[in-house]
């Protein structure tokens, strides 16, 4: 099994739809992430998590929102969802000394039409 | 980071050649370093990193140059194979950040 497990893979929704991604990963790590990536863009960050009761917004949170429902599971939502948010999704994961780098699972790639 | 735009900047290189994929970074105060390597419908891995006080460290294949002095980070892939063809991409880190900060990337298509 992968370490971080994203789900779905893939998704097709509508506009003003809600949609919520999920994460679980099995390394045992507290921090988690959900970054966005869009064509020609380094990955942006959404929402990042240090441990189940503590949740940050990132520099683009505006129309998301996110639950850590546990340590191992970070889930992202989207309340409506807008074609804007059409984008390669990622959630990832880190120990305490996050500097040694993020362990990313395999994204859901999300349009919106 | 690299530059941002709707577009990748594309390496392409010819399988058996060598590869140079450059990263500019944007702080100063960054002192360590990891390159990605993203393949298709897959997440980003973990290829290397080096740390602020070396300029050089290698790896499997793989050779990682850091030039402080212009904010400068290279991936040299020697013998590029075509399971290379990947996007790659630098991120840094910035303990007044916490965080990585990533770059756009660039995508590098291995020919025959």
């Known amino acids: 099994d992968a370490d971080v497990t994203q789900t779905p893979r893939n998704r097709i929704t509508k506009t003003g739809k809600r949609i919520m991604l999920e994460c679980s990963q099995t390394k045992g790590h507290d921090r988690m992430y959900w970054y966005r990536q869009d064509p020609g863009l380094g990955l942006r960050l959404i929402y990042y998590s240090f441990d189940v009761k503590d949740i940050n917004k990132g520099e683009i949170s505006d129309g998301y929102s996110v639950s850590r429902q546990a340590q191992a599971k970070f889930s992202l939502s989207l309340e409506s969802a807008i074609p804007n948010q059409t984008a390669l999704y990622f959630c990832?994961?880190?120990?305490?000394?996050?500097?040694?780098?993020?362990?990313f699972g395999s994204g859901t790639r999300l349009t919106i039409v | 980071g690299e530059s941002v735009g709707l577009h990748l900047p594309t390496l392409s290189v010819q399988e058996g050649d060598n590869s140079i994929i450059n990263c500019a970074y944007s702080n100063s105060a960054s002192d360590y370093f990891i390159w990605y390597k993203q393949e298709s419908g897959k997440g980003p891995q973990f290829i290397i990193d080096?740390?602020?006080?070396?300029d050089k460290r290698q790896g499997q294949r793989v050779t990682v140059l850091l030039n402080k002095t212009v904010k400068h980070l290279s991936l040299q892939i020697a013998a590029t194979q075509p399971g290379d063809s990947a996007v790659y991409f630098c991120?840094?880190?910035?303990?007044?950040?916490?965080?990585?900060?990533f770059g756009a990337g660039t995508q590098v298509v291995v020919t025959p």
């Open positions: 080096i740390r602020s006080n070396m």
């Open positions: 990832a994961t880190s120990g305490q000394n996050a500097r040694y780098g993020y362990t």
């Open positions: 991120a840094e880190w910035t303990d007044s950040w916490g965080k990585f900060q």
